[in-house]
C-alpha cells in the first residue's frame, strides 16, 4: 500500500475521484442490482416502487389541499359579502336615526316620552354597530390568519 497523501481542500469543492467511484458505483448497482432474486423484489426495484407510491400519494394531498383551499376561499368571499352588506345596512340605518334626532334637536318633531325612547335606542344601536364593527375586524384578521395558513401549506406542498 502506497501512503496516501493528504490535500487540502476548501469545504464544499468537488472532489473528482470520489465523484467517479460514486457514480461507478451507482452504475454498478443499477446492472447487477436490478434483477430479481429468488425471494422477492430487488432493493433497487423496490427503492424505485416506493418513490412512485410516495409521488403518488404526494399528488393526492395536493390535490385534497387545493380543494379544501378552494372552498375556503369561495366560504370567505360569502362571509366577506354577507358582513359587508349587514355593515352598510347598519350604517344607513344609523345615518336614518342620526337625521332623525337631528330633526328632534331642531325642533321640527316635537315628541314627549317617544324622544327618550329613541334616543335610548339609538345609544343600543350604536352600541351593536360599534360590536359588530368589531367583530367584523376580528374575523377579518381570523380570515387573513387562515389564507395565510393555507397558503403557506399550498406553498409547502408545491416544493
Known amino acids: 500500500l502506497k501512503p496516501r497523501r493528504l ?74 359579502s354577507q358582513k359587508t352588506a349587514s355593515n352598510q345596512k347598519g350604517a344607513s340605518r344609523k345615518e336614518s336615526l342620526e337625521q332623525y334626532i337631528s330633526d328632534l334637536d331642531a325642533g321640527r318633531i316635537e315628541l314627549t316620552t317617544e324622544r327618550q325612547d329613541l334616543t335610548k335606542e339609538i345609544a343600543e344601536l350604536s352600541a351593536d354597530i360599534d360590536q359588530a364593527e368589531a367583530l367584523r375586524a376580528k374575523e377579518k384578521e381570523d380570515y387573513a390568519a387562515a389564507k395565510a395558513e393555507l397558503e403557506q401549506g399550498l406553498e409547502g406542498v408545491r416544493r
Open 7 to 80: 490535500v487540502a481542500r476548501r469545504a464544499g469543492t468537488p472532489q473528482p475521484r470520489a465523484a467517479m467511484k460514486q457514480a461507478a458505483a451507482l452504475v454498478a448497482l443499477a446492472a447487477f442490482g436490478g434483477t430479481r432474486g429468488a425471494l422477492g423484489l430487488s432493493p433497487v426495484t423496490r427503492v424505485v416502487e416506493l418513490l412512485q407510491g410516495l409521488s403518488a400519494k404526494i399528488e393526492q394531498e395536493a390535490k385534497q389541499e387545493e380543494d379544501l383551499y378552494e372552498t375556503f376561499v369561495c366560504w370567505g368571499k360569502t362571509v366577506v
